[in-house]
């Protein structure tokens, strides 16, 4: 929760909100009706292990192993009340957001409860529980798409969407050359397949030379890995279709070069504190003495070592060349036992149309994932003349016409 439980018992007793020696008896599905002294809206409380918040005259739960019940989950707007009210006061807004995570997960919440929530939009961490909750529905889903702009928002709805939408282990089949695979909507078979259709298509594409590719390294949000040609960097696309971090069909370089050194301090120059522009200078000095590129590794270790507290700008002067690998390609294709290329053209061409038809979906087309796959299949040689002319034909500005 961002404090320590010495921290938070610090604030607690200096607040003098409530006795330590007080011990209610606690419900495990429930919520504390407000007698005639009821407890002040933020007063909090433990219980061994459990801590709960206030509001509105009841007790809600902030952290432990306790199940709201559904009547908490339907009084959830004294705590939206309580968050609202002291969004000032880090500890009760804190209290009460955790509060209103704990609803929101909660087997017993109803689903038009979830969905009433959402609507509200009331903050990130919000949002991602409920799209994490096992009641969610779909048009609860497509409400938080709308509003995502967080990767923690974009991943909760990628699990959200495969567990509603279900498209099941089997749909890898429809990539298969004479194999058939039956789905309940266009949304069902580009959930189950477009991590792998993605990356298929990078590798026959890498094959051709028709893409080349960038590594970012990355402390804060996780390295990013994806085509130049397409920069998906910091997209939703670039988090739910890249690979990830640790593909194996390439090979990484990191360079330092002093041209990319002075490029990242005039655009960061006002954000970074003294101890960071302390760093940059001895980096600066580094690589001016001659470590340019590539990094080995005793040359990366002699330059950082004149370094003293790098942290989290270290990453930031590391520029990292990219060499795909033919060999680890051909051998992983081989492993899948699939290629786009050799689908018949009716399937290519039905999966052309099934990507369109989400095109207005918050999740696929908002986010942008249908668009991507879109425009890797109007760069693929494989893909009909006729099948590239409805994609044209769309002039969607997410489409990507190399």
Partial sequence: MGESTNSLWTMFNRGKRTSCTRRLRVKIKGVFSKGADGPADGETKYEG?????????????????????????????????????????????????YALQTLVKSTECPADVLHEIAEKNIAMEVNSSIAD????????????????TYRWEWRSLRAGYIKVLAPG???????????????????????????????????ELALLGLLKFYYIQDIDEGDHFGPIE???????????????????WISKTDHVEYEYVAERVEEDWETWDEEALSAVGALATGVSLGHLEPITPETYDEVFSEISSMSQVEAQFIDTAVEVLPTKIKADLKQKGITYTDLDDNRKMELVQQLINTIKHPFFGGFELS???LSLLLMHPATPAD?????????DEGIKKL
Wanted: overall charge negative; hydrophobic content about 40%; aromatic content about 10%.
């Fill in 49 to 97: 292990e459990i801590r709960y918040v206030a509001a509105g005259g009841e007790w809600f739960v902030v952290h432990g192993n306790v199940t709201p019940s559904k009547e908490s989950c339907e009084n959830f707007e004294k705590v939206l009340d309580l968050y609202k009210a002291n969004r000032a006061d880090y500890q009760i807004s804190s209290d009460a957001s």
């Fill in 133 to 148: 909750s096992a009641n969610v529905e779909l048009r609860t889903l497509d409400v938080i798409a709308k509003n995502a």
């Fill in 169 to 203: 282990d089997k749909a890898i089949d429809f990539l298969k050359k004479n194999r058939s695979y039956e789905y309940k909507s266009a949304e069902s078979l580009i959930m189950g397949i477009a991590p792998t259709l993605t990356e298929l298509l990078w590798q």
């Fill in 230 to 248: 397409l920069q998906i960097n910091n997209t939703p696309a670039g988090f739910l279709l890249s690979p990830g971090y640790d593909v194996e």
């Fill in 371 to 373: 668009q991507h796959i």
């Fill in 387 to 395: 099948a590239k002319a409805l994609i044209v034909l769309l002039n």
